[in-house]
């Protein structure tokens, strides 16, 4: 690990400014059996191009578009590799030049990040960021393996052979530094899940209990079988502009910000180091938590914090001029493939202090209608974990907040129907009011990669 050098910390500045205008996405599965992965990325890319209210013809759309990036998280599950290349072609975007890209978990989030490097370094004005996975032509154990398989060999996989086993003790570790209530992880679940309720898009969306949650099947100690997403089929796209494309396509184009920070595989060797401060961080903020890990025989960021998420969080912000993510962000999409990574998070990117993270759910700041409510898609507790998609997932969510099209794309009577659903009788909106800034997060493996982005409404 790196000792900080001076240019180390450096703020990324981008030579122009550079804004999302549309997304696109399908359903998630567990399993696509009718389609094939080319037609599953065409129906996010046709619904980017045709029901996103632009201002020009898909076929003019896609006369703009001059770079393509392709998130996926294994080429092993098609058995095929350069997936890239057959979806490129299949959207009928050759010779156009396209990069694939694979960072674990955080590939969606990566896959907008190159994107955006590409437009704002003038590569191109307007670039596709598209991802997907398709989990279903393996079994669920195999699946299980290959995924593992992105941890380190010498180290994690030892642990076995199922990333919850790599969580479990992350969890355990938690829990005895920060005395963290097993019932606020189960209330996780219960949020996510059930936010996932009202929206057609989901996989395993329903209303849940607390008791509910710590009564369902043990998948690694502590943590059970409603506190682990599922394994998911589907696919995401954005599209990603400098200025003045995103005005000729878009009445309510959406600024991006966005870094990355990346952290050792070696579980048990994070290194002792200070806390990159925050924004609304000062030396005396973690006074008293320094002793308290000393106390317990921990140091920071042990096994119970996610440094490459608290880096991205403290290069960000600052491109994004963001002072106090709870006071300036109006909803953030995290990265909740376990109940515990969620709640990990909450102190990695400030929204509450670190050793405080319970108070994010127990004060109501996180639900629909709190200071700063998180994973109204659903997240990928509810909704999906289609890896590749995942994080392109995340930012349309907070696309379409910011746009004001929630009930757009979660509420239409046809939506529900396109996926052979019938709308909830006690469907209700989450759209948040007035909302004018969203962050969301793009996290792999036990924190090997982690990229968050800020959305700002720019009309």
């Known amino acids: ?3 900080f050098g ?3 910390l450096r703020i990324p500045k981008w030579t122009r400014p550079v804004y999302i205008v549309a997304g696109g996405m399908t359903q998630y599965k567990k399993r696509f059996p009718e389609m094939k992965l080319e037609e599953l990325t065409m129906q996010a890319f046709k619904m980017l191009l045709e029901e996103n209210n632009l201002k020009k013809s898909p076929l003019e759309i896609k006369g703009l578009i001059n770079f393509a990036c392709y998130g996926e998280f294994a080429d092993h599950f098609q058995d095929q590799l350069l997936c890239e290349a057959k979806v490129h072609d299949y959207l009928g975007l050759d010779p156009l030049f396209n990069l694939g890209i694979k960072t ?3 590939t969606g989030g990566s896959t907008i990040l190159t994107a955006a490097s590409m437009v704002a370094a003038g590569q191109a004005d307007c670039a596709l960021a598209l991802g997907w996975e398709r989990m279903d032509e393996v079994d669920t154990w195999t699946g299980n393996y290959y995924i593992s398989t992105a941890a380190c060999k010498d180290f994690e996989t030892r642990l076995a052979r199922i990333y919850a086993s790599y969580y479990a003790p992350m969890a355990r570790r938690f829990q005895q530094v920060y005395n963290l209530d097993e019932k606020v992880r189960a209330a996780v679940a219960v949020k996510n899940r059930g936010y996932a309720y009202y929206s057609p898009f989901a996989q395993q969306g329903g209303k849940h209990t ?5 009564k369902s099947e043990i998948v690694c100690d502590p943590l059970h079988m409603l506190e682990c997403c599922a394994m998911s089929v589907g696919s995401c796209a954005v599209l990603v502009c400098d200025e003045k494309t995103a005005y000729e396509l878009s009445d309510n184009p959406v600024r991006v910000y966005i870094a990355g920070g990346s952290h050792t595989l070696r579980a048990s060797d994070r290194r002792n180091m200070e806390i990159p401060l925050l924004p609304h961080e000062d030396a005396t903020t973690y006074e008293k938590l320094y002793k308290h890990l000393s106390s317990s025989g921990s140091r920071w960021p042990g096994f119970e914090s996610f440094l490459a998420a608290r880096f991205a969080a403290y290069l960000t912000y600052r491109m994004a001029g963001i002072n106090n993510p709870i006071e300036d962000l109006d909803l953030v999409e995290l990265h909740d493939a376990f109940t515990i990574s ?3 998070t909450y102190g990695d990117i400030g929204l509450t202090a670190y050793g405080e993270e319970e108070k994010y759910i127990t004060s109501g700041d996180a639900y629909y209608g709190g200071r700063c409510p998180a994973n109204l898609s659903g997240g990928l507790l509810g909704t999906m974990h289609a890896v590749g998609a995942t994080g392109i997932f995340s930012a349309i969510e907070v696309l379409w907040q910011l746009q ?12 529900w129907r396109r996926y052979g659903k019938v709308k909830p009788a006690d469907w209700k909106s989450l759209q948040v009011a007035n909302a004018k800034r969203g962050a969301w997060v793009s996290h792999a493996g036990v924190g090997s990669h982690v990229t968050v982005g800020v959305l700002e409404k720019a009309w």
Do not use: C, R
């Open 104 to 106: 674990g978990g955080a």
């Open 342 to 344: 969620d709640i990990q």
């Open 210 to 214: 607390v008791e509910e949650v710590l």
């Open 1 to 3: 690990m790196i000792k």
């Open 6 to 8: 001076s240019k180390n």
């Open 404 to 415: 004001n099209k929630y009930d757009q794309f979660h509420g239409e009577d046809n939506m």
